[in-house]
């Protein structure tokens, strides 16, 4: 029997994050920049709806949709590299849950994320803001309405839509203006949500800046997620990072991550939000659509290029994680120290100080 005698000390949390040999996947000097694709948008009037289309092709690898009396979502998403659809509209599990789309789950008392009709959604405005080009913009423009029809908030999403070294960037300015004044109600989710579409059994997995995975991501701060995810008609995972803004409210947010992989950011999960009558609430997203092996190191370049926080500035973040960690995770006495370990087997384990 090998004895390793093991010293009692106070271990912290450090992470190790901006070390790396790797060439840049954002800015590298060394190379030619990669040319942005072009795009154009198309109106779908029958659908109430647009889509993004690539200049020189026929299929839409993006819909934005508007109905009159319905939230405003985005489905389908198709994969860069068309293999398969990245959104799932209504899935069984959760009827609510529309592609990629805003919902927050208690203003005022009343639940838009679970209820995307009429009775709660009036559309204002679906407008095009930039057609084509190197970058395509749009907005949606509705109305969130009470219990007796009135309108309580004027939400605007104003999206943009760039295609570059086979990824889609998708920058998202959400603006909430208060029609009447505001309470958005502590609960654990709400705001926006992906849903991709998972199955049973399906090979999957959520990522945070932390490095935390899956179920241990939700409820959790970060600076950005990620969720890949084998959908049909492919033989590797397609992947969607969400990035959070150092602008936002509450920055970095805590996730919402559930059972079948749906996530979203958690504004209100710590508390309420208020917003006065006649003031308005902005918030800032942007989402990397890409195939391929999940990089964390290029993830998080593609964090720093969208927050403006690179270098050393790019960890700040996750060293305040840690240290939140430190301070409330459990502190093991010397047996329990030596229970949690994994040993090789024919070793064991002494504590002395």
């Known amino acids: 029997m090998k004895v390793i005698n093991f010293p009692l000390c106070l271990l912290l949390p450090f992470m190790f994050l901006t070390g790396s040999c790797k060439r840049s ?24 709806s647009l889509s993004i289309f690539r200049k020189s092709e026929d ?8 109905k009159d009396d319905f939230r405003p979502f985005i489905h389908p998403i198709l994969a860069p590299d068309g293999k398969g659809v ?39 405005a679906l407008n095009i803001l930039q057609k084509e080009g190197e ?10 309405l009470d219990a007796e029809g009135e309108t309580v908030m004027e939400e605007t999403q104003n999206w943009s839509m760039k295609e570059v070294a086979g990824k889609y960037l998708l920058d998202l300015e959400w603006k909430g203006e208060a029609i009447q004044d505001i309470t958005i109600g ?15 059994g399906i090979n999957g997995k959520i990522v945070n800046a932390a490095r935390q ?3 241990l991501a939700e409820g959790q701060p970060a600076m ?18 969400i990035f959070d803004h150092p602008e936002n409210r509450g920055y970095p947010q805590k996730w919402r991550v559930d059972s079948q992989l749906g996530l979203g950011p958690a504004f209100t999960r710590d508390g309420d939000w208020t917003i006065e009558k006649g003031k308005s609430e902005t918030i800032k997203h942007q989402l990397v659509v890409y195939t391929g092996a999940f990089n964390d190191v290029e993830v998080t370049e593609y964090w720093s290029a969208f927050s403006g926080k690179a270098g050393m500035y790019s960890s700040t973040e996750l060293w305040g994680i840690a240290q939140e960690e430190g301070r409330t995770a459990k502190f093991l006495n010397p047996q329990e120290a030596v229970d949690a370990m994994t040993i090789k087997a024919g070793y064991t384990v002494n504590v002395w100080a």
């Open 135 to 144: 970058e395509v913009k749009w907005q949606t423009l509705y109305h969130l």
């Open 224 to 241: 950005w997620i990620n969720v890949g995810m084998q959908v049909e008609g492919r033989n590797d995972l397609a992947n969607i990072a």
């Open 213 to 215: 995975k899956n179920e």
């Open 59 to 66: 299929k839409a690898i993006l819909t934005q949709n508007a």
């Open 86 to 124: 990245l959104t799932e509209y209504s899935p069984g599990h959760h009827k609510h849950q529309t592609g990629l789309y805003w919902g927050f789950t208690n203003v005022n008392g009343r639940d838009y994320f679970h209820n995307p009709q009429g009775d709660h959604w009036k559309k204002v």
């Open 25 to 48: 996947a954002v800015d590298d000097s060394s190379q030619q920049p990669a040319i942005p694709t072009a795009l154009t948008i198309r109106w779908n009037e029958n659908e109430s």
């Open 186 to 200: 502590k609960y654990d989710y709400g705001g926006l949500f992906l849903r991709m579409p998972w199955k049973d």
